[in-house]
């Protein structure tokens, strides 16, 4: 085994973290991710969050708390990439989540339509 094989094995992968409690999204993401060989980590709760070491974040800002958690998380400093998600009439929660600098905040629609470029990182 080479060096860089060992690094690459010495060194656990952290899967995607993904905050949804709405089991329609939740699934139609964990299959995509499957699909897609892409480890995720669900997870229903906001206060979840706060424990979970990761690099990308994709979340429901629609959800309770989970802007404050994603903000939060954000700020701990570990995180790559923040993709929220929320309603397109929800204009003060994407304000909120813009101005918080989370990464990307697609309404619905537009996340459905991209969801397997963004399990992919491509977006």
């Given at each position: 085994m080479s060096s860089l094989q060992n690094d690459a094995a010495a060194t656990p992968s952290v899967p995607l973290l993904v905050l949804v409690?709405?089991?329609?999204?939740?699934?139609?993401?964990?299959?995509?991710?499957?699909?897609?060989?892409?480890?995720?980590?669900?997870?229903?709760?906001?206060?979840?969050?706060?424990?979970e070491a990761g690099g990308r974040l994709i979340v429901d800002l629609n959800q309770a708390g989970a802007l404050?958690?994603?903000?939060?998380?954000?700020?701990?400093?570990?995180?790559?990439?923040?993709?929220?998600?929320?309603?397109?009439?929800?204009?003060?929660?994407?304000?909120?989540?813009?101005?918080?600098?989370?990464?990307q905040v697609l309404p619905r629609s537009r996340f459905v339509a991209e969801l397997e470029s963004l399990l992919r990182g491509d977006a």
């Open positions: 409690r709405d089991l329609l999204f939740s699934s139609r993401i964990a299959v995509a991710a499957r699909h897609l060989g892409v480890e995720i980590k669900l997870l229903r709760e906001s206060r979840q969050l706060t424990a404050d958690a994603a903000i939060e998380w954000r700020r701990g400093g570990h995180a790559r990439q923040v993709i929220g998600f929320v309603a397109h009439v929800d204009a003060e929660t994407i304000r909120r989540a813009r101005d918080a600098g989370i990464d």
